[in-house]
């Protein structure tokens, strides 16, 4: 009797953990077993934010929904006879040079992906400028959201710091050409693709997941499709996670070979496409290049290097074109190259 008794017992504990444990699991929310590690919680205030951004994009740019091609848009559009064949030509414009057609031959830049973006645009809407500057600003307010997100990754106890750098970042106006202007779509997209690649290699850092690592090298190589100057971020990234996360030497080692593996196809497929005989750059592009001396060049390369920075700061006087008469040329014992 006293084993039946003993057993009842063994069998009545038994149910009643294993209700215990239904009730547990019932009660378990949804997104505390789907949020990926390391992401911070979305909430109302941060879409709440999300969408100040958005109309702040908004209300800065909507006046240039209205706005005509302007210089390089030409090149790269409206005299562009790829562009104009709409999707048929997406073809000849991912093995062709960016301004190829408009000129002989463009052996300097390869970008394709703004380029193929224009002919599904022209496509839609043959020669409306209105569709191409409306892109422009809805990706320019992407971009900036992504930002905003990517920033709350790594600056993980604050939210007011991503969103004003977001915030700073959207209204600066040294970005207002690459947004006014339908061709600074390239700048755009190098850009946000960038974001996308910072976001991915986080959360690889905290969740190990090598799917998170493939997103980011598939992104940084859209980053270098869309410009060339991606190729920069390849120290960039590096330095995030140093100053911003905790992550290990195999992290690194990870990270770094993937963007450097990205980094590498697109060189070969530039190469493929474009050869490696660069023809001159002309001094009207790039009033450098007719500057007597290695060593002058540098000097001004780097005064106008200095410009830049001081237009961070202090953005005015803004110009669309400082060039050839425009600017000075400043040798190694000039004040200017000295600062």
């Known amino acids: ?21 239904s009730t547990a699991k019932q009660h378990k929310t949804p997104s505390s077993v789907r949020k990926p590690v390391g992401a911070p919680r979305s909430s109302p205030l941060v879409r709440g934010l999300s969408i100040i951004l958005v109309l702040l994009v908004g209300v800065l740019y909507i006046n240039t929904l209205s706005n005509d091609y302007a210089l390089d848009d030409y090149g790269v559009i409206l005299e562009n006879e790829y562009t104009k064949q709409g999707t048929s030509g997406i073809s000849t414009i991912l093995t062709t040079g960016y301004r190829t057609s408009f000129t002989a031959g463009d052996n300097q830049l390869y970008r394709p992906l703004s ?27 992407l971009t900036i959201v992504l930002l905003f ?55 690889f850092t905290k969740s190990k997941s090598n799917k998170h690592l ?24 590096p330095l995030m996670l140093y100053f911003f996360t905790s992550a290990d030497k195999t992290d690194y080692l990870k990270t770094t070979g993937v963007l450097a593996g ?3 196809l697109f060189l070969v497929i530039r190469y493929a496409v474009l050869g490696t005989s660069p023809s001159a750059v002309p001094v009207i592009d790039n009033y450098i290049a007719g500057i007597d001396g290695f060593l002058t ?6 005064y106008i290097a200095g410009i830049y920075l001081w237009k961070l700061f202090v953005p005015h006087p803004l110009v669309c074109d400082a060039s050839v008469s425009e600017m000075p040329i400043v040798g190694p014992g000039d004040w200017q190259f000295l600062v």
Not at 150 to 171: D, V
Not at 214 to 237: P, R
């Open 297 to 302: 060049q540098r000097t001004t390369a780097i």
């Open 115 to 141: 380029k193929v973006m224009f002919a599904i645009e022209w496509s839609i809407s043959p020669e409306s400028p209105g569709l191409n500057h409306f892109m422009n600003v809805a990706l320019f307010a």
């Open 149 to 203: 997100k990517t920033l709350r990754l790594y600056i993980s106890n604050s939210i007011l710091i991503p969103f004003l750098t977001a915030a700073l970042f959207a209204i600066h106006p040294i970005h207002t050409e690459v947004v006014a202007n339908i061709k600074g779509r390239d700048d755009i997209l190098c850009m946000l693709f960038f974001v996308v690649t910072a976001y991915y290699v986080f959360q």
């Open 1 to 21: 009797m006293s084993a039946k008794q003993t057993r009842k017992e063994r069998a009545a504990e038994q149910r009643a953990k294993q209700q215990e444990a």
């Open 214 to 237: 493939i997103f980011a090298g598939v992104a940084f190589f859209l980053s270098f499709l869309s410009k060339e100057s991606a190729i920069t971020f390849l120290a960039v990234i």
């Open 262 to 264: 990205a980094t590498v």
